[in-house]
């Protein structure tokens, strides 16, 4: 892990498109800026962890739904 240490009104750039910027520190919180191009993701954590989550979720298909599902589209057709 890079550690670096920045004061407000100080960035950091990661690649050639990506600024994040130390917009104001209080107390123990830090307020952080990121200038990011529109097809770039940023997440808290935990909702990252979410995410991941429940694409794990909808990747774990049994054989059973494949075989459910594939009968509820013959009864259709």
Known sequence: MLILSRRAGESIYIGD????????????QIKLGFEVPENVGVYREEVYNRIREQNQKALDVSNDDLL???AMWQQTT
């Not at 990506?18 to 107390?27: A, H, P, T, W």
């Open 17 to 28: 498109n990506i600024r994040v910027s130390v917009l104001k520190i209080q107390g123990s």
């Open 68 to 70: 459910k599902m594939a």
